[in-house]
Structures are given as C-alpha cells and as structure tokens.
C-alpha cells in the first residue's frame, strides 16, 4: 500500500500533461459512443475519475494487478466506484483476459511497458484485439523510446515499432492523436 501511495503522489507531478491525454482519451470514447469499456493498468483511477466525471453513463471495468491500487482507485471515486467492476489480473500472465467479456473500447495510459519487455507487446495487442466488439477501438498510450523518448530499447517501443505492433496485431486503422514528452497515444480499429 506505501508503494501504491508514493506512486500515486508522483505521477501526475512527475507528469503533468497526462491530463491532456485524459481529455484526449474521453473525447475519442465520446466520439464513438462507446458503453463498454475496459481500462487496462487503471491505478489509482485517475483515468476513471475524469472520464466518469463527464461520461458517467460508461459500464466501467478497471484492471490491475494490484488490490492496493484498486483500493485507492475506490477511494478516488467514491460513489462513481460503486458502478466500476475492479478486476485484479495481470496482463502478463496466460489466460489474464477469460471471462472478461467483450468491450466497445479498451484504453490504456503507461502500462504497457509493465510488461517488462517489448517482445511481449504483440501479444497484448493480439489478446486487446480479441476482447473488442465489432467497431471497437483501441486507445494505447505509453512511453516511446528513441529521440525525445526513453533510453531502455529493451523495455520501450520506438514510435515505428508501436504503429507496427497495433498494424501486426490486425488492427486497420491506425492513428496517433498525440505526442507530449516521453508519451504517445494511438487509437486503433
């Protein structure tokens, strides 16, 4: 639980613009009607909270690995949390995304790189593909590595490599909306 909270006390400072990417995120899942949607990594429910801030009719499914982070994520939301469904899982284990169902939309920010090395990726990408409905889209943000981006190669995909992994996995369309910093949000469909 101390972990979960220094991190939570961090991120946004650390970060500050992620809340333009929260925007960027919300208005994408607006735009698209999306009812069903599954947030992969949700933390502390930063991302929760301002999407149902505005977007409160959303079915809500949080997925992390951590119970400390669902924990503050409740507290976060408060009465909103009682129409989330918290599922504890890692998206790096085999069979992490059974029963889970099928989403209009599945959105991401900084988790994808939890899976320890990016050979992984495809996979996931595979595996976010298959949990879509028909027309479903895809918002995948995380760090990049090359110029203006992160140093670990092993750890984060170059910006080419992201673009490639989404094409790989068998999603059509392919667009990034944004670049700030270290962070790029895709939207694929």
């Known amino acids: 639980m101390n972990d979960a909270r220094d991190w939570t006390a961090q991120v946004m400072n650390k970060r500050p613009y992620r809340t333009t990417f929260f925007n960027e995120i919300r208005s994408q899942l607006g735009q698209t009607a999306a009812h069903a949607v599954l947030e992969l990594g949700s933390g502390p429910g930063f991302l929760a909270e301002y999407i149902l801030s505005t977007l409160s009719e959303i079915q809500y499914t949080a997925f992390d690995f951590s119970a400390a982070m669902h924990f503050l994520a409740k507290e976060r939301l408060g009465e909103r949390g ?3 469904r918290f599922i504890t899982g890692d998206f790096i284990q085999i069979g992490w995304k059974a029963d889970l169902g099928k989403f209009d939309a599945i959105i ?6 939890e899976l320890r090395h990016k050979s992984k990726t495809p996979a996931l990408f595979a595996a976010v593909k298959s949990l879509l409905a028909t027309g479903g889209t895809f918002l995948y943000c995380d760090h990049f590595c090359g110029e203006g981006g992160m140093g670990n190669s092993e750890l984060y995909l170059s ?3 992201q673009e490639s992994c989404l094409r790989g996995s068998g999603f059509c369309s392919v667009n990034r909306l944004l670049t700030i910093g270290t962070l790029n949000l895709w939207q694929a469909s």
């Open 108 to 113: 991401t920010i900084q988790a994808v790189h």
């Open 82 to 84: 009682k129409h989330v």
């Open 159 to 161: 910006t080419e490599e």
